[in-house]
Nanobody, 124 residues
Framework: QVQVVESGGGLAQPGGSLRLSCAAS????????MGWFRQTPGKEREGVSC????????YYADSVKGRFTISRDNAENTVYLQMNSLEPEDTAVYYC?????????????????WGQGTQVTVSS
């Protein structure tokens, strides 16, 4: 069964950190570019960060640049999103997605597999 499963969400204080994980099963991440997206109620889902299959190139939305870091461990079939200096505006459901491509993909429609999401809440 092909799936990706996010974990690591929760409640953090402003200025705090969280690390999200995205574990893939049923396929090898070696050939998949990965992306993290987020959505808040009433808003469209937006791209946060993407990484190529070979871990050689990454993309970050302006809103998270310098605060978030995407990484991958293909041996563990897992992708991570390290989130530092969290802000209340980062509160959202975070989704992981996979696309069978070497280069990262910016558009959501290009992704093949999606997780169910993990809630991140930033509040004091």
């Amino acid at each position: 069964q092909v799936q990706v499963v996010e974990s690591g969400g929760g409640l953090a204080q402003p200025g705090g950190s969280l690390r999200l994980s995205c574990a893939a099963s049923g396929f090898s991440l070696d050939y998949y570019a990965m992306g993290w997206f987020r959505q808040t109620p009433g808003k469209e889902r937006e791209g946060v960060s993407c990484i190529s299959a070979s871990d050689t190139s990454t993309y970050y939305a302006d809103s998270v640049k310098g605060r978030f870091t995407i990484s991958r461990d293909n041996a563990e079939n897992t992708v991570y999103l390290q989130m530092n200096s969290l802000e209340p505006e980062d509160t959202a459901v975070y989704y992981c997605a996979a696309t069978k491509a070497s280069a990262y993909r910016y558009y959501q429609y290009e992704y093949d597999y999606w997780g169910q999401g993990t809630q991140v809440t930033v509040s004091s």
